[in-house]
């Protein structure tokens, strides 16, 4: 029922001016997709939803809070206080920040493990880590906002870091600054640019949508569809599915905003700032730990100084994920038949788990150990393994087509609406 | 379903091994916090209105000569407040505003005057600026007590089987002892088993009878700390009450949701094979 067929004439007129109608109906309501999606490909909706909730509770914040260092703290504490229902439109904010993460990094490692960045689904990956990087800066300054005590000295140690650039590197940071400490000039210009942010998400997801629907989905198989018989269209099948899984991620989700609203937080940061006071340790959010890890688990190498090594050490780390589609050497996708490839997968997993741990304790003893080797293993997966397991992996041998494997011999069409796939 | 099972599994694993990693990450060094039972504990729990009341008599008699409690107004003990206040009227809110003057102005002759304080008011602080609180506890300052509840819970405090930040408070106001008989005290300083490095700078506030309750509650020191951290918790959140009972709602409309949308899903993935 594509839209210039419409029933409404209004809709006809519109859409022959504007092909909106023709558009939402051709990537919303037919696009064809691959029909064995499992739950993990769930994750990429979710993320969606999270960032319009983070976007339109964010708004909301925006309205009641105040950037000025004197007034910050309390204004937010005003919100949870004196705002209706304040203390719901943050709490929703703040958990917001970890969901999204917890989302988008299920997401990322969906992508690892059934290969969704390979041919020809590169730029989309790519795409897919310029949204990570922007959501790390935007949760960075976000955190700041608040201007508790975590959210202070956050904000110098991660900004001192450039520092380590040479020669430029201090004049950055006081340029970052908009003065020679973390004061009022920051904080405004991280508010505006906390607010900027998002959009910059909005425009480069609406990219990696595009990117996606080029190609379509990859699937647990890691297979191309051969014909109309291996897809469905989107609606009504995945946005049903899509719209339970919604509803599972909403109560889990809803059970730390109601109940365990600061559990993923800091104490640390409901005591105002204290320029004058450094807190027993300064720790990032949970998301941002292993990252964390990487950066001060890097020694002194040769003549670069350890702060600098730390720096590239951290960056690189996701420079890595840039160029992964072509570090992995393997013609396969899917890690269901990739015998070796897949238990490789589960050592990075564990490996960013244990860079997590590290990152939450202090650089003493066993911990600067595990620290070190994590951040290596990390290294040595990306520019040792995933090249070298293309080379010597025998995968298993790939079904025939997405419906022989769902089926065991050829499906048949997938109600009565289905689409012809593009060739 | 059954491709769900194992899904849902692995998802679990996955969030719990999120969640543990900043559990590790909280151990401490130092005694481990002894827990106390709460009226606020747990998904149902309100603030016992008696005991934050008791608390608030505490308070008033004994923190408030050196702890300010900025971010609480004296609105929102009365019916206004957020959660509807501590029980409270309008007209006892007005009487224990007026108790305490503030500095207002400028009026019509450009000069400041005193005033008994208003509803409106938040609690009028013990000194007029950080540096006399300080003068007057050689060097220290005591912090103010409006998120002391918040800013204290040991990491995932918030989760219920560690020690929150109620816990904490309440241990240290009953955790006073003589210091081991090998260790010299600093000048000015106590021997307290929980605070972190045992030296705090201040003296042991309640003991047995140092407020004698209007509700003939027997004034104990561990009745009088549990009062006042039920009523400095009560100050920290005092939408708690709104937060738990809204989940519950949301909680359930989000179960029912849920459940049909899985038959819905269930009844159009019929026919695909």
Aim: proline share 8%.
């Amino acid at each position: 029922m594509a839209a210039p067929q419409s029933q409404n004439a209004l809709v006809r007129w519109i859409d022959r001016r504007l092909p909106v109608f023709t558009f939402i109906n051709h990537e919303l309501n037919e696009y064809p997709t691959p029909k064995n999606l499992s739950y993990w490909w769930n994750f990429g909706s979710l993320a969606g939803i999270m960032l319009v909730i983070m976007m339109a509770t964010g708004i909301f914040l925006a309205m009641e809070y105040t950037p000025n260092v004197n007034l910050a703290f309390d204004s937010v504490e005003r919100i949870m206080r004196d705002v209706n229902w304040g203390w719901l439109i943050r709490y929703i904010h703040m958990n917001g920040a970890s969901f999204f993460f917890i989302v988008v990094y299920i997401h990322i490692f969906r992508g690892l493990y059934y290969g969704s960045y390979k041919e020809p689904r590169e730029l989309l990956w790519i795409l897919g880590v310029i949204i990570l990087l922007c959501m790390m800066a935007t949760a960075f300054m976000g955190y700041v906002l608040p201007w508790g005590q975590m959210s202070y000295w956050g904000a110098t140690v991660i900004t001192n870091l450039f520092g380590a650039i040479p020669v430029v590197g201090n004049d950055i940071v006081t340029w970052l600054w908009g003065g020679f400490a973390v004061d009022n000039p920051t904080l405004n210009r991280f508010y505006a640019l906390h607010y900027l942010m998002p959009f910059v998400i909005l425009g480069v997801v609406g990219l990696h949508i595009m990117a996606l629907h080029t190609n379509g989905s990859n699937n647990p198989l890691g297979i191309d569809r051969k014909g109309p018989q291996d897809s469905i269209p989107f609606h009504p099948y995945y946005t049903i599915k899509d719209s339970f899984g919604l509803g599972v991620f909403l109560i889990i989700f809803c059970i730390f905003v109601f109940y365990f609203p600061n559990a993923l937080g800091d104490p640390q940061n409901y005591i105002r700032a204290n320029p004058l006071q450094t807190p027993p340790e300064i720790v990032p959010e949970w998301y941002f730990l292993p990252f964390y890890a990487m950066l001060r688990s890097v020694p002194d190498i040769l003549f670069i100084k350890a702060k600098l090594a730390g720096v590239l050490t951290m960056f690189g780390s996701i420079f890595l994920l840039f160029i992964l589609p072509w570090l992995d050497t393997s013609p396969v996708r899917s890690a269901r038949f990739r015998p070796v490839y897949k238990w490789w997968f589960w050592l990075l997993v564990i490996d960013v788990f244990a860079l997590g741990a590290v990152g939450a304790h202090r650089p003493e003893g066993w911990w600067i150990v595990i620290g070190r080797f994590g951040t290596l293993y990390y290294y040595i997966h990306f520019l040792i393994v995933f090249p070298l397991l293309g080379i010597f992996e025998r995968p298993l041998p790939l079904p025939t087509s997405i419906s022989a494997a769902v089926t065991k011999g050829g499906g048949k069409l997938a109600g009565a609406s289905a689409p012809m796939e593009k060739p | 379903m059954r491709r769900l099972a194992p899904t849902l599994i692995k998802g679990a694993l996955i969030g719990a091994g999120l969640l543990l990693a900043p559990i590790v990450a909280q151990a401490q060094e130092e005694t481990p916090l002894p827990r106390t039972s709460w009226s606020f504990d747990g998904p149902f729990g309100t603030y016992d209105r008696a005991a934050v009341q008791r608390g608030f008599q505490v308070y008033q008699s004994v923190c408030s000569n050196c702890h300010s409690l900025n971010l609480v107004t004296y609105d929102d003990l009365g019916p206004n407040g957020p959660g509807g206040g501590i029980g409270y009227s309008e007209d006892q809110v007005k009487g224990i505003a007026a108790e305490k003057e503030v500095t207002d102005g400028p009026n019509d002759q450009g000069e400041m005057f005193q005033r008994p304080a208003r509803p409106s008011d938040h609690f009028v602080p013990p000194f007029p600026n950080d540096q006399a609180n300080r003068a007057a506890h050689n060097g220290a300052l005591p912090p103010d007590l409006s998120l002391i509840v918040k800013e204290r819970a040991a990491g995932l405090g918030a989760l219920p089987w560690s020690a929150s930040g109620a816990d904490y408070v309440y241990d240290i106001l009953t955790g006073f002892k003589n210091p081991p008989p090998n260790e010299k005290l600093p000048d000015n300083s106590y021997y307290n088993e929980y605070f972190p490095g045992h030296h705090i700078a201040m003296p042991p506030p309640l003991a047995d009878d140092t407020v004698s309750y209007s509700d003939g509650t027997k004034a104990t020191t561990a009745q009088e700390a549990h009062d006042v951290v039920t009523f400095l918790t009560w100050a920290a959140e005092p939408t708690m009450e709104d937060r738990k009972r809204n989940g519950a709602k949301v909680l359930i409309f989000l179960v029912v949701l849920t459940g049909l949308l899985y038959a819905a899903k269930r009844k159009i993935w019929a026919d695909v094979h």
